[in-house]
């Protein structure tokens, strides 16, 4: 469990329109080691789920990677040709979504495109296939699962049915599996339950997991590291305690500050003022400073470079929060 | 139309409120009927016997999972949808049988914030007309200038720029959308919003904005609110009092501190141990087991015992009844006292 099992170095991903290009992913650089759960953190729009799909080469028109590598086992997946990306996806990175209706098809049963999952990247004999489905959806927590896998989605609930999908992303024991808001869409006895098997699972077949969120307290319960994305960047990134415990981005402390556990009841809760800007209106300069209590002219003048810190947390901003404590 | 002085207290009561949903039935089941043969669609129910009194100025969260009969219970109170049994009823009065301007101070005394801020608007109106709307259906503005002033007036009380009447929806954030939703609420002068998981559809960032101007007009206007969300943290920290739903039915009301601070029925703390919270890492997850029961086919005795670690033979026969457990608490657990 050491090495390096991915490492992403500077992507960039533009979507382009009538106007021009506009960066989603504007340069994301992070690595991930074998097994680690890295909390991947923004509001809508902040590119993060643009990020994920980058990743792998899921990128459609308009949009494209323009620059940037994502080195996975030591291959850049960039480089690879759509091909061998294929042979790739759902076998060695897999992914789950945040709605699993649409990602399962509904004219298939669930064992037909999950044994389908197996048969593409493997010559296994149907029955022997079917057996390996029936383990992972028990494995999943899906009582009496000979029955269930002859069933259509549309027969599973919400919660049941993005067990199939966590169970279709385990099928063939990837090293990576880039889960975009899998359990934003659940209640939250049923998040519960799939962010234990999902901890679990993880833990027992040494899967790294790219977990992304809006949720920090989900990523505060789950990660061992968690990266903070605002307008395209990543603008902290660091061990979970570190950066929870110590922000010193002013973005990362307004997300900490607002959430409403963190306030007295009934009193007001520390905002953070404005929206986030849109792609195509992204100020120059640090892209937070209309919203940041810290900003002074420079950050007007010139983007934030990455700082490093000590313990591998690292930020871009020119007036950090000193040594993490509040302002 | 004298009221009992603890209906007094009461701006919103709600007595044996239930509610039922029911396909049409489909032509085999009707051929089936004309035969003499039962075969009618099974009965859904959404909402069972709730009692609920919402006293003038305070915050009723009302939490449930999806499916729950949360946003059924919000739609009747608001009188969106009617009940199948039981009575609503506004300063102590039974809401259906309010007539003439009784019936228009209830109708607009109780205003509804939905969740999707994208949907309740249409599209093809300007945030202007879409605010005024109310003033014009109900005849409360004396002229166009007044109803412009009271536009300017409810935009600004929900913290957007008058300029904005010229624009159309598309033309802004889903957290200015909800707050143009809240303004259209807002411009009839409410008594009482009925909120329907407000701030669920908004960003992190966002949502501490929003809650902000929830709890600025009530300190503003005196407001009383049912703030319905499934966000435990959320409630938490706007509401005075909470109730805890479950498949249809009231299991726990208390002020929020209290509840937070011991929940009684194991439903509760099965949803109080959920809350995701920034505070805990690496958490080793030990989470309630099973899935909401379906409405159609609820199970027998406690709804909750399928799911409840301490559940016992009693709870699976017999239905506990929602009693008092300590001033100002209930519960429904045949286990109150025990556990």
């Known amino acids: 469990m050491s090495g390096t099992l991915l490492e992403v170095r500077g992507l960039r991903t533009v979507f382009h329109f009538l106007e021009g290009a506009y960066p989603a992913v504007d340069g994301i650089s992070f690595t991930m080691r074998p097994g680690e759960v890295l909390g991947l953190v923004g509001e809508s729009g902040s590119g993060k789920s643009v990020a994920g799909l980058s990743l792998i080469g899921l990128i459609d028109p308009p949009g494209e990677v323009v620059e940037g590598a994502v080195l996975f086992k030591g291959r850049d997946l960039r480089t690879l040709g759509e091909p061998a990306l294929r042979q790739l996806r759902g076998k060695e990175i897999a992914m789950i979504f945040q709605d699993s209706l649409a990602a399962l098809n509904p004219v298939l049963t669930v064992s037909e495109q999950m044994v389908e999952a197996i048969r593409e990247h493997a010559d296994v004999p149907l029955a022997a296939a079917r057996e390996r489905v029936i383990a992972a959806l028990r494995q999943v927590g899906?009582?009496?699962?000979?029955?269930?896998?002859?069933?259509?989605?549309?027969?599973?609930?919400?919660?049941?049915?993005?067990?199939?999908?966590?169970?279709?992303?385990?099928?063939?024991?990837?090293?990576?599996?880039?889960?975009?808001?899998?359990?934003?869409?659940?209640?939250?006895?049923?998040?519960?339950?799939?962010?234990?098997?999902?901890?679990?699972?993880?833990?027992?077949?040494?899967?790294?997991?790219?977990?992304?969120?809006?949720?920090?307290?989900?990523?505060?319960?789950?990660?061992?590291?968690?990266?903070?994305?605002?307008?395209?960047?990543?603008?902290?990134?660091?061990?979970?305690?570190?950066?929870?415990?110590?922000?010193?981005?002013?973005?990362?402390?307004?997300?900490?500050?607002?959430?409403?556990?963190?306030?007295?009841?009934?009193?007001?809760?520390?905002?953070?003022?404005?929206?986030?800007?849109?792609l195509a209106a992204r100020p120059v300069g640090c892209a937070f400073r209309l919203r940041c209590q810290r900003a002074e002219p420079l950050c007007a003048e010139r983007e934030p470079d990455v700082t490093e810190g000590p313990g591998g947390q690292s930020w871009r901003c020119h007036h950090p929060i000193p040594g993490g404590n509040q302002p | 139309m004298t009221a009992t002085p603890t209906e007094a207290a009461a701006i919103i009561g709600l007595e044996g409120l239930s509610r039922d949903f029911q396909r049409p039935p489909v032509l085999a089941e009707r051929l089936l009927a004309l035969l003499?043969?039962?075969?009618?669609?099974?009965?859904?129910?959404?909402?069972?016997?709730?009692?609920?009194?919402?006293?003038?100025?305070?915050?009723?969260?009302?939490?449930?999972?999806?499916?729950?009969?949360?946003?059924?219970?919000?739609?009747?109170?608001?009188?969106?949808?009617?009940?199948?049994?039981?009575?609503?009823?506004?300063?102590?009065?039974?809401?259906?049988?309010?007539?003439?301007?009784?019936?228009?101070?209830?109708?607009?005394?109780?205003?509804?914030?939905?969740?999707?801020?994208?949907?309740?608007?249409?599209?093809?109106?300007?945030?202007?007309?879409?605010?005024?709307?109310?003033?014009?259906?109900?005849?409360?503005?004396?002229?166009?200038?007044?109803?412009?002033?009271?536009?300017?007036?409810?935009?600004?009380?929900?913290?957007?720029?008058?300029?904005?009447?010229?624009?159309?929806?598309?033309?802004?954030?889903?957290?200015?959308?909800q707050r143009i939703g809240i303004?259209?609420?807002?411009?009839?002068?409410?008594?009482?919003?009925?909120?329907?998981?407000?701030?669920?559809?908004?960003?992190?960032?966002?949502?501490?904005?929003?809650?902000?101007?929830?709890?600025?007009?009530?300190?503003?206007?005196?407001?009383?609110?049912?703030?319905?969300?499934?966000?435990?943290?959320?409630?938490?920290?706007?509401a005075d009092r909470v109730a805890i739903m479950y498949l249809g039915r009231l299991v726990e009301i208390a002020p929020a501190a209290e509840l937070f601070a011991r929940p009684a029925h194991p439903y509760t703390r099965a949803l109080l141990a959920e809350i995701p919270s920034i505070k805990r890492r690496r958490r080793k997850f030990q989470p309630v087991q099973g899935e909401l029961p379906s409405p159609l086919d609820p199970p027998p005795g406690c709804a909750f015992h399928p799911r409840c670690p301490f559940a016992i033979d009693r709870c699976r026969k017999e239905r506990p009844a929602l009693q008092p457990i300590a001033a100002n608490r209930q519960s429904a657990c045949h286990l109150n006292d025990q556990i």
């Open chain 1, 142 to 278: 899906i009582t009496s699962p000979e029955t269930r896998i002859d069933q259509y989605p549309h027969e599973f609930s919400g919660g049941m049915r993005q067990r199939v999908a966590i169970a279709t992303a385990l099928l063939n024991r990837p090293d990576l599996i880039i889960a975009d808001e899998p359990t934003t869409a659940l209640d939250v006895t049923i998040q519960g339950q799939i962010l234990a098997e999902m901890q679990t699972l993880a833990r027992e077949t040494g899967t790294a997991l790219i977990w992304i969120t809006h949720d920090l307290g989900v990523v505060s319960e789950l990660a061992d590291r968690v990266a903070v994305m605002y307008a395209g960047r990543i603008v902290e990134i660091g061990g979970i305690d570190d950066v929870l415990d110590r922000p010193r981005h002013p973005y990362t402390r307004g997300l900490l500050d607002s959430i409403p556990a963190e306030n007295a009841p009934g009193s007001r809760l520390r905002q953070i003022d404005g929206t986030a800007p849109s």
């Open chain 2, 36 to 177: 003499g043969r039962k075969a009618l669609p099974p009965v859904l129910k959404a909402v069972t016997d709730v009692d609920l009194a919402i006293r003038r100025g305070e915050v009723l969260g009302l939490v449930g999972e999806s499916g729950c009969g949360k946003s059924t219970l919000g739609r009747m109170v608001s009188g969106i949808l009617p009940p199948t049994r039981g009575r609503v009823t506004f300063d102590g009065h039974a809401v259906a049988t309010l007539a003439g301007r009784d019936k228009l101070a209830y109708v607009l005394g109780v205003q509804m914030i939905f969740q999707d801020p994208y949907a309740s608007l249409n599209p093809r109106q300007k945030v202007g007309d879409i605010i005024a709307e109310p003033l014009k259906v109900h005849h409360m503005a004396a002229g166009r200038r007044e109803v412009v002033e009271r536009v300017d007036r409810a935009l600004a009380e929900v913290g957007l720029d008058p300029s904005y009447k010229e624009r159309y929806p598309h033309q802004f954030s889903g957290g200015q959308r």
């Open chain 2, 183 to 238: 303004a259209r609420a807002f411009i009839v002068n409410p008594r009482f919003l009925v909120c329907d998981e407000p701030i669920a559809a908004l960003d992190v960032s966002i949502q501490a904005q929003v809650i902000n101007l929830f709890m600025d007009l009530r300190d503003r206007h005196g407001l009383t609110y049912l703030f319905i969300s499934h966000d435990l943290s959320v409630v938490r920290h706007i």
